[in-house]
Nanobody
Framework: QVQLVESGGGLVQPGGSLTLSCVAS????????ATWYRQTPGKQRELVASITSGGTTNSADPVKGRFTISRDVGKNTVYLQMNNLKPEDTAVYYCNARISRWRYSSWDDLGDYWGQGTQVTVSS
């Protein structure tokens, strides 16, 4: 059973920093690619940053230069480093990861999985 668990959210003052983690577990699996999203009440979930299987990263305009997505393949973990946080960054942050499982002699694509979300609140 594949599980994604996010952590690292919390309350931070404007200008502060947080690092979110997204850990995948469930046997011989790996995160092929991943995306961080965020959502506030009454709004659609929006893409924050993504990383491809080749390590190419991309981020949304509102967070460019402030947020950085990275991956530790050995730890099955994806991170979102958030610097210079603003009140408008307040949201529930979700991790979506493309998971592959090692079977016999190759990687099988298991599809996309979501974490449960972690709350980030930026307020003085």
């Amino acid at each position: 059973q594949v599980q994604l668990v996010e952590s690292g959210g919390g309350l931070v003052q404007p200008g502060g920093s947080l690092t979110l983690s997204c850990v995948a577990s469930g046997g011989m699996i790996t995160i092929s690619a991943a995306t961080w999203y965020r959502q506030t009440p009454g709004k659609q979930r929006e893409l924050v940053a993504s990383i491809t299987s080749g390590g190419t990263t991309n981020s949304a305009d509102p967070v460019k230069g402030r947020f950085t997505i990275s991956r530790d393949v050995g730890k099955n973990t994806v991170y979102l480093q958030m610097n210079n946080l603003k009140p408008e960054d307040t949201a529930v942050y979700y991790c979506n990861a493309r998971i592959s499982r090692w079977r016999y002699s190759s990687w099988d694509d298991l599809g996309d999985y979501w974490g449960q979300g972690t709350q980030v609140t930026v307020s003085s």
